[in-house]
Protein backbone atom coordinates (compact mmCIF):
# COMPACT_ATOMS: atom_id res chain seq x y z
CA UNK A 1 0.00 0.00 0.00
CA UNK A 2 1.58 3.24 -1.05
CA UNK A 3 -0.11 6.34 0.42
CA UNK A 4 0.25 9.91 -0.67
CA UNK A 5 3.19 11.96 0.77
CA UNK A 6 2.23 15.38 -0.44
CA UNK A 7 -0.62 15.47 1.47
CA UNK A 8 -3.14 18.78 3.41
CA UNK A 9 -4.80 17.55 6.36
CA UNK A 10 -8.46 19.11 6.97
CA UNK A 11 -10.10 18.40 10.66
CA UNK A 12 -9.66 15.89 12.67
CA UNK A 13 -8.80 12.36 11.03
CA UNK A 14 -8.46 9.92 14.46
CA UNK A 15 -10.99 7.50 13.08
CA UNK A 16 -10.58 3.97 11.70
CA UNK A 17 -11.70 5.51 8.14
CA UNK A 18 -8.95 7.13 6.58
CA UNK A 19 -10.37 9.04 3.30
CA UNK A 20 -7.76 10.49 0.89
CA UNK A 21 -9.15 13.16 -1.83
CA UNK A 22 -6.74 14.03 -4.76
CA UNK A 23 -6.90 17.99 -5.50
CA UNK A 24 -8.21 17.77 -9.53
CA UNK A 25 -11.22 15.37 -7.67
CA UNK A 26 -11.51 17.71 -4.99
CA UNK A 27 -12.02 21.11 -7.25
CA UNK A 28 -14.29 19.09 -9.06
CA UNK A 29 -16.20 17.91 -6.19
CA UNK A 30 -16.29 21.52 -5.01
CA UNK A 31 -17.38 23.36 -8.02
CA UNK A 32 -20.14 20.75 -8.40
CA UNK A 33 -21.70 22.00 -4.90
CA UNK A 34 -21.39 25.38 -6.76
CA UNK A 35 -23.40 24.45 -9.52
CA UNK A 36 -25.65 22.49 -8.45
CA UNK A 37 -27.75 24.96 -5.54
CA UNK A 38 -31.54 23.14 -5.60
CA UNK A 39 -30.81 19.25 -5.66
CA UNK A 40 -28.02 17.14 -4.47
CA UNK A 41 -26.42 15.00 -7.45
CA UNK A 42 -24.97 11.75 -7.44
CA UNK A 43 -21.39 11.09 -8.00
CA UNK A 44 -19.13 8.03 -8.79
CA UNK A 45 -15.90 8.09 -7.38
CA UNK A 46 -13.00 6.11 -8.86
CA UNK A 47 -9.78 5.05 -7.04
CA UNK A 48 -8.65 2.22 -4.74
CA UNK A 49 -9.25 0.97 -1.29
CA UNK A 50 -6.65 -0.56 1.26
CA UNK A 51 -6.66 -2.13 4.58
CA UNK A 52 -4.17 -2.47 7.38
CA UNK A 53 -5.38 -3.58 10.42
CA UNK A 54 -8.20 -2.29 11.22
CA UNK A 55 -8.29 0.88 8.92
CA UNK A 56 -9.79 1.63 5.84
CA UNK A 57 -7.63 3.78 3.66
CA UNK A 58 -9.85 5.04 0.75
CA UNK A 59 -7.96 6.62 -2.26
CA UNK A 60 -9.82 8.96 -4.79
CA UNK A 61 -8.40 9.64 -7.39
CA UNK A 62 -11.48 10.45 -9.87
CA UNK A 63 -14.67 11.26 -10.10
CA UNK A 64 -17.76 12.56 -12.25
CA UNK A 65 -21.50 13.14 -12.45
CA UNK A 66 -24.02 10.66 -12.75
CA UNK A 67 -26.44 12.15 -14.39
CA UNK A 68 -24.14 14.61 -16.49
CA UNK A 69 -22.97 10.97 -18.28
CA UNK A 70 -26.34 9.71 -18.70
CA UNK A 71 -27.48 13.09 -20.57
CA UNK A 72 -24.19 12.24 -22.55
CA UNK A 73 -25.38 8.13 -23.02
CA UNK A 74 -22.87 7.07 -20.85
CA UNK A 75 -22.68 4.92 -17.43
CA UNK A 76 -20.06 4.65 -15.14
CA UNK A 77 -18.39 2.19 -16.22
CA UNK A 78 -17.92 3.51 -19.55
CA UNK A 79 -16.42 6.78 -17.87
CA UNK A 80 -14.25 4.73 -16.06
CA UNK A 81 -12.64 2.78 -18.70
CA UNK A 82 -12.45 5.83 -20.64
CA UNK A 83 -10.49 7.91 -18.26
CA UNK A 84 -9.98 6.01 -14.99
CA UNK A 85 -8.65 2.85 -16.05
CA UNK A 86 -5.77 1.94 -13.92
CA UNK A 87 -8.97 2.64 -11.09
CA UNK A 88 -11.76 0.97 -9.59
CA UNK A 89 -15.47 2.19 -8.96
CA UNK A 90 -15.37 2.15 -5.17
CA UNK A 91 -18.23 3.76 -4.70
CA UNK A 92 -20.95 6.88 -4.59
CA UNK A 93 -21.39 10.20 -2.58
CA UNK A 94 -24.12 12.69 -3.08
CA UNK A 95 -23.48 15.90 -3.28
CA UNK A 96 -25.38 18.98 -1.90
CA UNK A 97 -25.64 22.79 -2.85
CA UNK A 98 -23.89 25.17 -0.42
CA UNK A 99 -27.35 25.78 1.57
CA UNK A 100 -28.13 22.41 1.92
CA UNK A 101 -27.81 20.79 5.78
CA UNK A 102 -25.20 17.55 4.99
CA UNK A 103 -26.17 14.05 6.86
CA UNK A 104 -23.06 12.60 8.95
CA UNK A 105 -20.48 13.96 11.61
CA UNK A 106 -18.23 16.44 9.90
CA UNK A 107 -14.95 14.77 10.39
CA UNK A 108 -11.76 15.16 8.65
CA UNK A 109 -10.06 13.85 5.66
CA UNK A 110 -6.74 14.49 3.30
CA UNK A 111 -6.33 16.24 0.00
CA UNK A 112 -3.23 15.34 -1.85
CA UNK A 113 -1.32 16.14 -4.67
CA UNK A 114 -0.05 14.10 -7.24
CA UNK A 115 0.13 13.88 -10.99
CA UNK A 116 -3.06 12.97 -12.19
CA UNK A 117 -3.58 13.17 -15.58
CA UNK A 118 -6.52 11.07 -16.09
CA UNK A 119 -8.74 13.76 -13.77
CA UNK A 120 -7.17 16.59 -15.48
CA UNK A 121 -8.23 15.13 -18.42
CA UNK A 122 -12.07 14.38 -17.65
CA UNK A 123 -12.07 18.08 -15.93
CA UNK A 124 -10.98 19.65 -19.59
CA UNK A 125 -13.73 17.11 -21.32
CA UNK A 126 -16.40 18.44 -18.94
CA UNK A 127 -15.26 22.09 -19.75
CA UNK A 128 -15.78 21.61 -23.48
CA UNK A 129 -19.06 19.82 -23.01
CA UNK A 130 -20.17 22.62 -20.70
CA UNK A 131 -18.82 25.51 -23.47
CA UNK A 132 -20.48 23.30 -26.22
CA UNK A 133 -24.00 23.14 -24.64
CA UNK A 134 -23.63 27.10 -23.88
CA UNK A 135 -23.47 27.27 -27.95
CA UNK A 136 -26.18 25.49 -28.29
CA UNK A 137 -28.24 27.05 -26.39
CA UNK A 138 -27.45 30.57 -27.58
CA UNK A 139 -27.55 29.80 -31.06
CA UNK A 140 -31.08 28.76 -30.59
CA UNK A 141 -32.01 31.94 -29.07
CA UNK A 142 -30.60 33.98 -31.12
CA UNK A 143 -32.04 32.32 -34.50
CA UNK A 144 -35.60 33.17 -33.26
CA UNK A 145 -36.22 35.04 -36.28
CA UNK A 146 -34.79 32.49 -38.67
CA UNK A 147 -35.76 29.49 -39.52
CA UNK A 148 -36.21 27.07 -35.99
CA UNK A 149 -36.84 23.72 -38.16
CA UNK A 150 -33.46 23.63 -39.14
CA UNK A 151 -32.34 24.16 -35.33
CA UNK A 152 -34.97 21.76 -33.91
CA UNK A 153 -32.61 18.49 -33.21
CA UNK A 154 -30.44 20.40 -31.16
CA UNK A 155 -33.10 22.31 -29.60
CA UNK A 156 -35.30 18.61 -29.01
CA UNK A 157 -31.60 17.39 -27.54
CA UNK A 158 -31.35 20.79 -25.05
CA UNK A 159 -35.03 19.92 -23.94
CA UNK A 160 -34.50 15.54 -23.26
CA UNK A 161 -31.73 16.52 -20.97
CA UNK A 162 -33.40 18.73 -19.27
CA UNK A 163 -36.16 16.32 -18.87
CA UNK A 164 -33.90 13.86 -17.87
CA UNK A 165 -32.26 16.09 -15.36
CA UNK A 166 -35.03 16.51 -13.40
CA UNK A 167 -36.68 13.48 -13.26
CA UNK A 168 -33.06 11.79 -11.44
CA UNK A 169 -32.98 15.18 -9.24
CA UNK A 170 -36.63 14.08 -8.00
CA UNK A 171 -35.46 10.34 -7.14
CA UNK A 172 -32.28 12.46 -5.48
CA UNK A 173 -34.84 14.37 -2.78
CA UNK A 174 -35.82 10.90 -2.10
CA UNK A 175 -32.84 9.19 -1.10
CA UNK A 176 -31.33 12.27 0.55
CA UNK A 177 -27.91 10.63 1.87
CA UNK A 178 -24.96 9.08 0.08
CA UNK A 179 -25.35 5.87 -1.28
CA UNK A 180 -22.94 3.08 -1.71
CA UNK A 181 -22.84 0.12 -4.43
CA UNK A 182 -20.24 -3.08 -3.31
CA UNK A 183 -17.71 -3.75 -6.35
CA UNK A 184 -15.39 -6.90 -4.95
CA UNK A 185 -15.57 -6.19 -1.18
CA UNK A 186 -19.08 -5.19 0.37
CA UNK A 187 -17.52 -4.94 4.07
CA UNK A 188 -14.57 -2.18 2.60
CA UNK A 189 -17.28 -0.78 0.68
CA UNK A 190 -19.94 -0.23 3.05
CA UNK A 191 -17.39 2.13 5.20
CA UNK A 192 -17.38 4.25 2.25
CA UNK A 193 -20.74 5.51 2.92
CA UNK A 194 -19.89 7.87 5.84
CA UNK A 195 -16.12 8.56 4.71
CA UNK A 196 -17.05 9.57 1.68
CA UNK A 197 -20.13 11.42 3.54
CA UNK A 198 -17.50 13.55 5.26
CA UNK A 199 -15.15 14.68 2.61
CA UNK A 200 -18.16 16.64 1.21
CA UNK A 201 -19.19 17.78 4.68
CA UNK A 202 -15.80 18.96 5.50
CA UNK A 203 -15.86 20.94 2.16
CA UNK A 204 -18.70 23.03 2.80
CA UNK A 205 -16.51 24.34 6.30
CA UNK A 206 -13.34 24.44 4.31
CA UNK A 207 -14.76 27.23 1.23
Not at 158 to 183: E, M
Request: contains cysteine; neutral net charge; aromatic residues 12%.
Amino acid sequence: MHLPNIVKQIGKTDGEEKVYVEDYVYTYLNELKKEKEIFPVRVALFGNIYRKGKKNFYLVYGASCVIDELECGRDEEQVRKEYFQEHELIGYVNIYGKNHELPGKKEGYYVFYEKNEAMQNYLLFCYQRKEKGRSVRETVRQDASGDMHLLMPKRWTVLVGDTIRKIFYGGCIIILAAAVTAVNDYGKINGFVEAADRVMAMAETDD
